[in-house]
């Protein structure tokens, strides 16, 4: 473009870097990080200054110190922003504001002991990993050149320059270049260094480049083997026998690399000047009859998208926290990756080659905010100004990472519409490396795709996909194009706030038609950030905390994460749902089926064991043996009868699989999956007249008492549960709405919670209809409506007591909607308040953690307990969170052990359970988590029903199956109370 415009708006790419190559971990020649302690000083334009400072005898001595790397938006200097596909800035490309953040950067540094100071340019690179978003660097007073692309490598030659002693390295950073409109992810606007700082020696004849290409041909059992490198040199494998040149080709027997036995051989590229250690994995990967396969067999992505992010440093991230992600995602059967939205640090994928995961290598490019314009105008992805600044993008990510066998996809970036400029990376990518097919969603001609990638699509559509049924697209040879290829989702699932829901629907479609090869999840990590209220209470903050004009509020926190790496319900969920092993068994059946569904592990590597379970406690248990199944095989097993299966109580089968050893991400006796099943069939109820009643009897001061209540006469209202205190027990359905209940981004007509609100189920109104004292019940009946509707739900109540046990009261409640209810209820059932002092909670059913009715499969039936407290989910946006499935009884404590206790009525359905010390009303009105304060009272809500979760979020809402209607139903509790010790 023209050259009358400053570097940092030039679309051009960088300038003064050496051509791309190959990233390793190390090797012998010496390298000496320049992380650490910098100066600092922070200007509001990119010209404030002049560019003195780059001169070693500048003196800034008064400068503030800033580590390095690091955002400095988040060290007190200015403050990040979150806008999700809008560009917080007028949009005029390659224009960006005067206000231009600018952060100038200085440090000194000494070579160490024998690097030689002085010699030929490329004796020695500076190497920067990222810097958002374009800099312009000095050393020892020369200009360097200028980076961009801040998620991208580059290096520039300095051998020249360097001295023993005092080195100065000067960066200035302009948080806004023509690179912003290229970098338009769904994320916090955060410029700095934000990854290392290098300097790497290249001794003569040190290794310029190299490319390590293999393959397994699953039919012979061989691999093969060729590394290309400038200059040449030798190539050997210790464990193989190998010791060949580099350009020459190899075919012998291996292990085969896959993320499910991640086989990596050591080996050493050597040159005249340099030893490279490599890790080789011997894999192939095509694109055959239409389905993606790895060494000769599909395979299936149990993905998430991964932002780096740290609640802290934002996206610098350290190696721990990387080896955490990974971890994690391991040990919760997560096998793939998609780098959202551009390459890792390049110390993130050797763990991904190490760990086993399939890697999406996603390029820096996100140009999302021109969608706000009639046909993506003035989109630089379809403009060929900006076509050299992609085509740069693309080959510092294929040249950095194309020796990690973890890496099975290139990806050319996300949301930029379509262009020229993409076909231009595709076309380069596959003439670079032809080994890997290439990704990319934007586009639905897959004109330049080897798959065909969507986002969010619903159920429905994914399964006419499968069938490659999906409607005809476009021109008819695309479209046989794209019918022919194999499909992704390559992000699904939303994880905003509670969810996401229909998870395991997805499973079943992928595990059904063999197009269909998964899906990644959006996303891995909430991006909130550390922030304390002025009393020092911890909280995370997003978007529209720092002041932005223009933002898109918590939308930034939506992963299987909190910011802090705490396990959301929804990664639990997740894991279960995409267990590679399935454990199945038929109610009242003593048999197990077990279905190995990995793409290539047998199931020697698992230990399985069975469990016979009588009202929540284990009493029997053995292991099981199960033959090592091969990939997807599967076998019947006869459980055996253990001798307590006559005893009384509930029983259940319950069959673990779990790691036989150690394994470099987790230990033996991990759980990788498990199945449970009642072990007997339901009893059909028997219809019997049930005990005499207890009649209820007027007492003193207007109340009425029916065996351990004490109801107000008047309102009929409970007012005590023997000693125990209990207000406002009532109909409940209101929840706080969930973020996939708010569907922010929907059209108003399908958003549940907009259709709640409207309608008024945050403010119904209870009137009593009548109180009646019969000879054995209390009867209280109500209409529950909200304001200015005809609409409302008749609720009676009746409560009774046994007389032979009078110990325990009844409620058995009524409801019929009366009008034409075309919402559906966000919950159906009691809420009470019972005192604070009842902080622990026990209960026999499904747990430990959260469930809803689509988001289930991880609550397994048992007897867990937990204090009030804990019982809590800490949405980073508070919503409505806690409820646990499948609730046989539930007892509430206090210290002393006394409390009350409910159970599922006499022929009612187990329930759902919430307790919390604030009620739905105040977690609705809370923004952040220190805005719900403790109050006196614990609020119980014992739920009959609970409506779906969903994705809606982004993307479909909750099928019809999980939608709570407002329909006639019945139901029940009994009360109780607890003596102490
Ligand atoms: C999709 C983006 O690719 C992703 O970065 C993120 O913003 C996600 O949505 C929502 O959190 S794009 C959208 C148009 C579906």
Known sequence: MSTDLPYYLDPAPGTGAVAPRAWYAGSDAA???????????????????????????????????????????????????????????????????????????????????????????????????????????????????????????????????????????????????????????????????????????????????????????????????????????????????????????????????????????????????????????FRTVLVEDGVLKVNGRRILFRGVNRHEFHPEHGRTVDLDTMRTDLLLMKRHN???????????????????????????????????????????????????????????????????????????????????????????????????????????????????????SRMYADHAEVELIGRREELPWGDPELDAKRRSLPFILCEYAHAMGNGPGGLGEYQRLFETYPRLQGGFVWEWIDHGIARRTADGTPYFAYGGDFGEELHDGNFVCDGLVFPDRTVSPGLIE??????????????????????????????????????????????????????????????????????????????????????????????????????QWPAATALAAVDNPGPPLLAPRAGEGGVVVLGPGTFDAATGELKYLNGFQVTGLRLDVWRAPTDNDEAALSVPETRDALAWRTLGLHRMRHRIASVALTEDALTVTTRVAPAASDLGLRTVYRWTADAADGGRLHLAIEVIPEGDWKVPLPRLGVRLGVSGTLGDAQWYGGGPGEAYPDTRAASRIGLYAST??????????????????????????????????????????????????????????????????????????????????????????????????????????TFSTLDGR
């Open 31 to 281: 390298r000496l990080s320049l992380n650490g302690s910098w100066r600092f000083r922070l200007s509001p334009t990119a010209t404030a200054q002049d560019e003195s400072f780059a001169r070693p005898g500048f003196d800034d001595a008064h400068w503030d110190r800033l580590p390095v790397p690091a955002h400095w938006a988040l060290h007190g200097h200015g403050a990040p922003a979150y806008t999700n596909h809008l560009y917080p800035f007028p949009v005029e490309p390659p224009y960006v504001p005067t206000e231009n953040p600018t952060g100038d950067h200085r440090v000194t540094f000494a070579l160490p002991e024998g690097w030689p100071a002085g010699g030929a340019p490329d004796s020695a690179l500076l190497r920067f990993e990222g810097i958002e978003s374009c800099a312009k660097i000095w050393l020892n007073g020369v200009e360097l050149g200028v980076f961009k692309g801040s998620r991208l490598p580059a290096e520039y030659p300095v051998g020249a320059l360097l001295r023993p002693e005092g080195n100065v390295l000067a960066v200035r950073v302009h948080q806004w270049s023509s690179g912003s409109y290229l970098e338009d992810q769904d994320q916090w606007w955060l410029p700095g260094i934000f990854r290392d700082v290098t300097l790497l020696q290249r001794p003569d004849g040190s290794v310029v480049d190299h490319f390590v290409h293999t393959g397994f041909d699953h039919r012979t059992g061989e691999g093969t083997l060729r590394v290309d490198a400038e200059p040449g040199g030798r190539v050997t494998v210790p464990e193989l026998g190998v010791d060949i040149a580099t350009g020459e080709s190899l075919t012998l027997p291996v292990e085969p690399w896959t993320a499910e036995t991640p086989r990596l051989y050591d080996a050493e590229l050597a040159t005249e000047g340099e030893r490279i250690p490599l890790r080789i994995g």
């Open 334 to 452: 997560i096998n793939a990756v998609r780098t959202s939205h551009y390459p890792p640090h390049p110390a993130f994928l050797p763990l991904c080659d190490e760990l086993g995961l399939w890697v999406i290598d996603e390029c820096d490019l996100e140009t999302h905010g021109f969608v706000e314009f009639e046909g993506w105008k003035g989109n630089p992805a379809d403009d060929d100004r900006w076509t050299p600044a992609l085509l740069d993008r693309a080959a510092r990510m294929v040249e950095r990472d194309k020796n990690h066998p973890s890496v099975v996809i290139w990806s050319l970036g996300n949301e930029c519409g379509t262009g020229r400029g993409l076909s231009a990376m595709a076309k380069w990518i596959r003439e670079r490396d032809p080994s890997r097919p290439i990704h990319y969603e934007g586009d639905l001609s897959c004109a330049d795709t080897d798959m065909y």
């Open 574 to 675: 997740y894991k279960k749902v995409i267990e590679p092993v399935r454990i199945e068994g038929e109610p009242g059946s003593g048999t197990v089926r077990i279905t190995n569904i990995h793409d290539f592990a047998d199931l020697s590597h698992l230990a399985f064991s069975w469990i016979y379970e009588i009202d929540g406690h284990a009493v029997a248990q053995d292991a099981l043996a199960v033959p090592p199944l091969a990939a997807g095989e599967s076998a019947e097993l006869k459980l055996p009868v253990p001798e307590a299966a006559g005893q009384d109580g509930e029983a259940f089968w319950q069959v673990r699989a779990a790691l036989r050893e150690d394994t470099p991400w987790a230990g033996a006796g991990h759980e990788v999956a498990w199945g």
């Open 868 to 973: 009030v407290d804990a019982l809590q989910t800490p949405y980073v946006r508070p919503q409505e969170n806690g409820a646990r499935a499948d609730v046989r009884w539930v007892r509430l404590r206090r210290e002393d052990g006394a409390g009350i206790a409910v159970r599922q009525g006499e022929g009612s359905p187990a329930f759902w359970f919430t307790a919390r010390r604030w009620t739905s009303e105040q977690l609705d009105a809370a923004d952040h988590t220190p805005d719900l304060a403790p109050g006196e009272v614990v609020w119980v809500n014992l739920d009959h029903g609970q409506h779906g979760i969903g994705s809606q979020s982004c993307g479909p809402g909750s099928l019809p199956q999980y939608r709570l209607a407002a329909a006639e139903a019945s139901f029940g509790f």
